[in-house]
């Protein structure tokens, strides 16, 4: 489906390093793209059932950032997200809002396009709704039931069975714990807590994730070659990275709740279907907290790019504000965040418009230490000291450090 505009990037001169990320799988930091010259990006996309909150909104900046780092290190940068667009959560939404879960999916998906432009983040190349991918995912399914790694459990309620992936089935790519490292009794917290069910009985595994749910009663369904039903979450990702970019791709993106379950056997079923890693890394960004406690639409405590842009943000204090963090760190929102960036941004907007004078000699190794920064697991707070750095000390802004500051940072100065 349709992206969003792209905002302009200017191309710089000069050279980047090659960006180096944290890998979860590894933990540690690596070249994604193994020294290739494309770089294939998947990221999780939204389940569009609530505004887009500063959460997702410090997520996509992230690997918008590593898009951003990639191009300016000269590679050919492909990039897919998907959206959730059938799925628990929406549908429970939607019935409680009393409106057609279409509706609420397709008026949430415009939301997050105009808040994403808002924000100046990369579209991605391929958008993709899952809704449009079922015979995708339906295939993808036939052929684990095929080689052994799908099983059906009994389903009295529908008008077939569910269908789970064994978990313990070998592949020669993945076994359990390959990306997340977890022990067993975590991975069932948190299966249990992040949409997966340990509890159902008729399962080989409790940890067995669903990839496909047979059709109930009041429930949107496909007809499909395994009957109608629709899609369990984590095949939906492995197969539309597959698909789009061709596995293994350089990074499979997300915050930090997606380690597992979602990562982990989104991964498994990577492997299962195409005997391949799904990504060379694995990375992921910290939670954002407001209010004492991870932002979240179920919790309700919400801080979104919309409410903040309606009260007069500027969408590039917004973006500094949350370049100002590391990207892997959790850490907790305040409303004096957005005034201390809205100060910084008037400083730099003042130093780029040639308010102060300054030398322009060293505007050079500026550039270079931004480059530096950025590249080195994105470390855009190191970036953005960078430049407080250069003004403090009276480098001027030349032309060609404001395109570095516009290209890497995503923030055009006056
Ligand atoms: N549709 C799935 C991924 S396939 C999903 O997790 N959707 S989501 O709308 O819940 O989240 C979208 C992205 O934002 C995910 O990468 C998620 O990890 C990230 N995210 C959600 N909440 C936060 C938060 N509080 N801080 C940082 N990132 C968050
Ligand atoms: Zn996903």
Not at 195 to 220: F, N, Q, S, V
Not at 310 to 335: C, M, N, Q, T, V
């Amino acid at each position: 489906m349709r992206a969003w505009q792209a905002p302009s990037v200017p191309d710089v001169p000069g050279a980047a390093p090659r960006p180096v990320v944290h890998d979860t799988a590894t933990g540690k930091p690596v070249d994604p793209t193994q020294g290739d010259e494309r770089a294939a990006l998947y990221v999780c996309g939204i389940t569009p059932y609530d505004a887009t909150h500063l959460g997702h909104a410090a997520t996509y900046l992230a690997f918008d950032t590593l898009g951003r780092a990639w191009r300016d290190a000269g590679l050919d940068v492909e990039y897919a997200q998907n959206v959730t667009d059938v799925d628990d959560p929406l549908l429970e939404r939607a019935t409680r809002d009393g409106i057609d879960w279409r509706e609420l999916a397709a008026s949430q998906i415009d939301l997050f396009r105009r808040d994403m432009e808002s924000l100046r983040i990369l579209p991605p190349d391929d958008f993709v709704a899952v809704t449009d991918e079922v015979d995708r995912v339906a295939e993808a399914v036939a052929f684990l039931q095929e080689t052994g790694s799908a099983y059906e459990v009994p389903t009295p309620d529908a008008e077939g069975d569910d269908l789970y992936f064994d978990v313990n089935h070998p592949t020669d790519a993945w076994s359990l714990g390959d990306e997340s490292g977890l022990d067993r009794e975590t991975m069932l917290t948190l299966a249990a807590e992040r949409g997966g069910d340990p509890e159902r009985p008729g399962k080989r595994d409790p940890l067995d994730p669903l990839l496909w749910r047979a059709a109930r009663d009041g429930e949107p369904s496909w007809d499909s070659e395994i009957g109608p039903g629709r899609p369990g979450w984590h095949i939906e990702c492995s197969v539309i990275a597959g698909d789009r970019l061709g596995l293994p791709i350089s990074v499979q993106g997300g915050g930090s709740d997606l380690v597992f379950p979602h990562h982990e056997m989104s991964a498994g079923h990577a492997a299962a279907l195409a005997h391949q890693p799904l990504a060379h890394a694995f990375v992921h960004t910290g939670m954002i907290a407001y209010q004492g406690t991870k932002i979240s639409k179920s919790l309700g405590n919400l801080v979104t790019v919309r409410g903040l842009l309606d009260d007069g943000a500027d969408p590039r204090a917004i973006r500094l504000a949350l370049l100002s963090h590391k990207y892997s760190d959790d850490w907790e929102w305040f409303d004096a965040e957005l005034t201390s960036a809205t100060t910084r941004l008037a400083t730099w907007d003042a130093w780029a418009s040639g308010a102060s004078a300054g030398h322009a000699d060293d505007a050079a190794d500026v550039a270079s230490r931004i480059r530096a920064r950025v590249s080195d697991d994105l470390d855009t707070p190191g970036a953005v000291a960078a430049v407080d750095t250069a003004i403090a000390g009276g480098t001027a802004c030349t032309p060609e450090l404001a395109d570095l500051i516009d290209a890497l940072l995503g923030i055009r100065l006056a």
